[in-house]
């Protein structure tokens, strides 16, 4: 397959599957967190998709493109941890998560990914869903929404 073709099918992938998982949270309450906002991309449709929830972002750099920048107040800058941290501590609570955190290095992403999940289990709402690029750990694995094949993207349930 292209790096064309490949990619077309990751960002598909991205896409389905958080329309998929906004639809799946519409019985909950709770924020919505995108980690990693990178260029805005899954930010913009986010905020697109699930217009009545708060959209927290977390990234440790500020570079997306100017049309994306999230308000002050919901963009946790900095490392992951601490702010995963601080969002717990504040009390807030997750329905919909997406994990796109990364450096391109897959065994160091892998890693990073399995680090932050406890983390991650801090700040979501029971029965919250995680849409990820990575492998978490600790979280009861969903199918997702069909059509996406086994390990381009990942879908879990909080407890
Ligand atoms: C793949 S990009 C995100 C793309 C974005 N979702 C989009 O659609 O445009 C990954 C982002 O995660 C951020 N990042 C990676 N690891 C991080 C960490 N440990 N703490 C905070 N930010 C991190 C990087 O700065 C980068 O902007």
């Keep these: 397959m292209s790096r064309l ?5 990751r960002l598909t992938a ?3 599957g958080l329309n ?3 639809d799946q949270i519409s019985p909950l309450t709770g924020d919505v967190l995108d980690m990693g906002l990178g260029n805005g991309r899954t930010y913009d449709h986010l905020r697109e998709i699930l217009t009545s ?3 927290w972002v ?4 500020l570079q997306c493109h100017p049309s994306c ?3 002050e107040k919901d963009f946790l800058q900095g490392e992951a941890k601490p702010m995963l941290e601080q969002l717990a501590a504040d009390g807030h609570k997750i329905a919909l998560a997406h994990y796109d955190f990364g450096f391109g290095v897959k065994e160091r992403d892998v890693a990073e990914a399995a680090a ?6 801090q700040v979501m709402a029971p029965g919250g869903i995680i849409v ?3 492998p978490l750990t600790g979280f009861e694995e969903l199918d997702g929404p069909a059509g996406i094949p086994p390990g381009r993207y990942m879908f879990y349930r909080a407890e």
């Excluded at 073709?5 to 099918?9: G, V």
């Excluded at 977390?58 to 750099?61: G, T």
């Excluded at 932050?116 to 289990?121: E, Q, T």
């Design 5 to 9: 073709d490949s990619m077309l099918r």
């Design 14 to 16: 991205q896409r389905d």
């Design 20 to 22: 998929w998982a906004a």
């Design 53 to 55: 929830r708060r959209i």
């Design 58 to 61: 977390i990234d440790r750099v």
């Design 69 to 71: 920048v999230p308000p």
């Design 116 to 121: 932050l999940s406890p983390v991650i289990a």
């Design 132 to 134: 990820s690029g990575q």
